[in-house]
């Protein structure tokens, strides 16, 4: 399963970069763990993986299933960073659904202008009792390359 970016008008896939079975089911699809990666949409320089647990078993084999709120992020420039001329101080860049309905994986954005860095908040979001997990990754404005 991929994850969406949460583009304006145009969606695009994130990239599944492997999973790994955690535990073994007789009946249907093993639990595991996926790491997908994705792109900042709107600054380019940045990749940000993230891990997330899936639960397998018959329910999870049909899409039924509502993933546990396990996951981790990490976010890193991999090329020059261009900051757009107005970065908002918070956009969500990505978005996945972890349950058939009302709940959701999402990382945000965040700029922190005093200490020249991007901030990503990943969180689980539910209709009803929102999740407390979360996790963060925070990536320094700096020059890329050779001086």
Known sequence: MCGVLALCSTLVLAEQVGCVTTEWKLVG???RVCVESF???KIPGITCHVSQA???GVSGSFGLAQDPSQFSLACRQTGPITLPAKLPKEATVFAEDTSILFKETRVVRMWDEAHK???YLAISRKLVNGAPAN???TVPVMPWGAP
């Open 39 to 41: 792109p900042d949409p």
């Open 135 to 137: 996790s963060i990754s």
């Open 117 to 119: 860095t991007l901030i």
């Open 29 to 31: 699809a093993n639990h």
């Open 54 to 56: 899936r639960t397998g």
